[in-house]
Nanobody, 127 residues
Framework: QVKLIESGGGLVQAGDSLRLSCAAS????????MAWFRQAPGKEREFVAG????????YYANSVKGRFAIFRDPNDDNMYLEIDNMKPEDTAVYYC????????????????????WGQGTQVTVSS
């Protein structure tokens, strides 16, 4: 089991930057792929960014390329999502996800491939 806890969400203004954190505990050594998803009100949960934990390969949804950056801290088991130039359409609950499978595109984009999820952190962007 891998336990995930997101933090860093809040109310921001358009144009601001924000960093979300995902703290992992439990069988963290078993995870091979991690990702961030988001779910806006009335919409499906969608992939925004993912990475392979050991190799550091990064994947992004086309809608967020250039503004979102996924990375890990080599000194701990945390994963981060840096969001620049925030827009009102970034408003959503952001979820951290982990898998013991090693994925590349397109499999890393699918929420069905992630058995471990955090509770989510709300991000609201005002215009």
């Amino acid at each position: 089991q891998v336990k995930l806890i997101e933090s860093g969400g809040g109310l921001v203004q358009a144009g601001d930057s924000l960093r979300l954190s995902c703290a992992a505990s439990g069988r963290t050594f078993s995870r091979k792929s991690m990702a961030w998803f988001r779910q806006a009100p009335g919409k499906e949960r969608e992939f925004v960014a993912g990475m392979t934990w050991s190799g550091g390969n990064e994947y992004y949804a086309n809608s967020v390329k250039g503004r979102f950056a996924i990375f890990r801290d080599p000194n701990d088991d945390n994963m981060y999502l840096e969001i620049d130039n925030m827009k009102p359409e970034d408003t959503a609950v952001y979820y951290c996800a982990a898998s013991e499978g090693l994925y590349s595109a397109p499999y890393i984009y699918s929420r069905d491939n992630y058995p471990y999820w955090g509770q989510g952190t709300q991000v609201t962007v005002s215009s």
